[in-house]
């Protein structure tokens, strides 16, 4: 951690110990819900990279078919 980020932190610590227990609780319920957000972007981000890995994938063929369209194209641009 950087100096600046230590700082900050030791701040809020300073801040915490200084609330009073309705204030503590305020805290805690917003921890706890950014922390489930997070939890939930990363489920999310999660099950997106599964979809992206069982999808379909081309074959070398159906590749160096692509390829060759794609020089054909810009050979007939070129003309």
């Known amino acids: 951690m950087g100096v ?3 700082k900050n932190i030791d701040q ?3 801040i915490i110990n200084s609330l009073q227990p309705d ?3 305020e805290v ?3 921890l706890d819900q950014k922390t ?3 939890d939930q972007r990363k489920r999310k981000s ?3 990279r599964e979809l992206l890995l069982q999808g ?3 074959s070398k063929e159906e590749l160096e078919k692509i390829s060759e369209a794609r020089d054909l194209i810009n ?3 070129a003309e």
Do not use: G, Q, Y
Request: negative net charge; without cysteine; hydrophobic residues 50%.
């Open 36 to 38: 489930l957000e997070m």
């Open 4 to 6: 600046s980020l230590e």
């Open 28 to 30: 805690k319920v917003l």
């Open 12 to 14: 809020l610590k300073e």
């Open 75 to 77: 050979k007939w641009r």
């Open 23 to 25: 204030e503590l609780v």
């Open 46 to 48: 999660e099950i997106l």
């Open 56 to 58: 379909p994938t081309l």
